[in-house]
């Protein structure tokens, strides 16, 4: 391909994107591409001077998408940011936006759930730490799981989050799934459990990970919630409750899980719930229809689907 023949296709996505209102997966299909590569196509034209619209200024396209969310949603705020080359460059941009989110709030005392974008949390924190930010006590929002991704290990998370920011670590000594209904009764009833109740009951900011739902739940689910989330047409996951499009969070007698409390929960000042790169467009409908968020991190192409 000469340059010139580069030049027409960059002005073609260009064009296609951000004045046809078109999804970069569809411009995609469309040429026979990759998603990664339309994205990556879109910001060499912007390197290149060819995209001269609105769009320059990223800023008032994400507070123009944001004013759209508080019209239909409790969303107050949030921090909005363009796809990357591929899924770990948007997570790490989704990972600062929600740094620069929490500085904005001059957020205290942090609950944070557990999940692949808090493992890229992470991640961005140990190359960039925060040490004079405002967080001065973090907890974990969900118990420990006996598996080995650090995304799930919510006391090292705890622990690593807290040492880039400069903060206090909690933790908790509990398991995220225990055997049993009835193991999970003692183990509420223990002290460990009311010393992180406590920290719950403080928090002014919680980070909350909103996940797809699989088409095939695990085990666990099965066992806490039998087919109550088929019944119930489930759409996705925030911290390890399941709701559907509705809003709907589904409750089940037999759920054995360790974490927030809902009540509590819901008396949290800030409520951020924080989209990784492959969130569903369905996932964060029903996220917004809990009615539970107050602020949002998310890709901008995402939080625009909701309008299409």
């Known amino acids: 391909m000469n340059h010139q023949e580069k ?50 200024q990223p800023e008032s396209y994400s507070s123009a998408l944001l ?28 990972s600062q936006g929600a740094i620069r989110l929490l500085s904005r709030l001059d957020s205290r005392r942090l609950g944070i759930g ?3 974008l808090i493992g890229q949390l ?14 001065a006590e973090i907890c974990p929002l969900v118990g420990n799981a006996n598996i080995p991704a650090r995304n799930y290990q919510s006391n090292e998370n705890v622990r690593l989050i807290a040492k880039q920011l400069g903060a206090d670590p909690h933790f908790i000594h509990l398991p995220a799934l225990p055997e049993s209904v009835e193991e999970k009764q003692l183990l509420c009833s223990t002290e460990l459990y009311r010393q992180i109740r406590t920290q ?15 088409s095939s739940p695990d085990f666990a689910s ?24 509705e809003g709907q969070v589904i409750q089940s007698e037999q759920d054995f899980a ?27 409908k029903g996220a917004l229809n809990t009615g539970l968020l107050t602020h949002l991190v998310a890709r901008e192409e995402l939080v625009r689907s909701l309008f299409d």
């Not at 296709?9 to 591409?33: F, H, N, P, T």
């Not at 974490?259 to 492959?278: E, F, H, M």
């Open 200 to 214: 719950w009951e403080r928090m002014d900011t919680a980070l909350v990970n909103i996940g797809n739902y699989p």
């Open 122 to 135: 992470v991640t961005w924190l140990e190359k960039n730490p925060q040490l004079n930010s405002s967080v």
């Open 7 to 56: 030049l027409q296709k960059l002005i073609y996505v260009a064009r296609r994107y951000y004045l046809d209102a078109q999804k970069q997966s569809d411009i995609a299909r469309e040429m026979g591409i990759s998603r990664p590569l339309v994205s990556r196509m879109l910001s060499e034209a912007r390197q290149l001077g060819i995209v001269k619209i609105s769009v320059a």
């Open 67 to 94: 004013e759209r969310l508080r019209s239909i949603s409790p969303v107050r705020d949030g921090a909005l940011v363009e796809d990357g080359a591929d899924d770990d460059a948007t997570n790490q941009m989704l």
């Open 258 to 284: 360790i974490q927030i409390p809902l009540d509590i929960l819901r008396r949290c000042p800030n409520i951020i719930g924080v989209c990784s790169a492959n969130t569903s467009v369905r996932a964060l």
């Open 222 to 245: 099965l066992v806490r919630y039998g087919d109550l989330l088929q019944q119930a047409h489930t759409c996705g996951r925030l911290l390890i409750y399941y709701f559907n499009l």
């Open 114 to 116: 557990w999940g692949h």
